[in-house]
């Protein structure tokens, strides 16, 4: 009777102990070293903890290596548009020089005809003075001649020269007077011709 009532006990206590020993982890020496498994389907995968932390880390070092690759190709194309742009402004410059020196060529040619040109003139301009002083000169000698001649002081004539030539205008008392006006101007000195258009009273 006492080994009946203590049977419900036993098993209990057996069934525990397989449980508990079901649920607590085994190491490799408590494994059976042969199990037979027909007709199961494997267990689902287990996601531990680590496995998104490994998944983040390979997406970080994925997206360091792309902006690695951006950071380099941004390099590359910086360098190329700062040879480009150092191309074209040495291109303009050069450019901007070569219009400059021909402008300073053109602008030194045109002072150079202008000098050359203002020379010119202010030496036509000297011989023009020096010719009309000239002929100031003959003509205040050709007077000066004619007012001291006895037979001609009394009388109004006009003196014109230009270029050496004396123009005498104006009336005489006689032929014989206005041939001595001719002869009188030729002697002096700077005439070169005379225009005797003198004539006279009769």
């Known amino acids: 009777m006492t ?49 998104p932390a490994a998944t983040a880390s390979a997406a970080m070092s994925s997206a360091a290596e792309n902006v690695r690759e951006a950071a380099g190709e941004a390099k590359d194309k910086a360098a190329a548009a700062a040879d480009t742009a150092g ?24 002072v150079a005809a202008a000098a050359a040109a203002t020379k010119e003139k202010a030496v036509e301009l000297a011989g023009d003075a020096k010719d009309l002083a000239g002929d100031a000169a003959v003509t205040a000698r050709v007077k000066t ?23 005498l205008t104006g009336t005489a008392p006689t032929e014989d007077a206005r041939k001595h006006a001719t002869t009188l101007v030729k002697g002096i000195e700077g005439v070169k011709k005379v225009d005797n258009q003198l004539k006279t009273a009769g």
């Open 3 to 51: 080994e009946l009532s203590l049977r419900p006990a036993v098993l209990a206590t057996a069934a525990l102990a397989t449980l508990l020993a079901a649920c607590s982890p085994r190491t490799e020496a408590d494994k059976p070293s042969e199990a037979v498994v027909t007709n199961q389907t494997a267990p689902a995968p287990v996601v531990t903890a680590s496995d």
């Open 145 to 167: 001649t004619l007012a001291a001649d006895a037979s001609l002081k009394a009388l109004a004539i006009d003196v014109d020269t230009k270029d050496g030539v004396v123009k």
């Open 87 to 110: 191309d074209k402004a040495a291109a303009a410059a050069d450019k901007a020089g070569d219009k400059i020196a021909a402008a300073a060529d053109t602008a030194g040619d045109k």
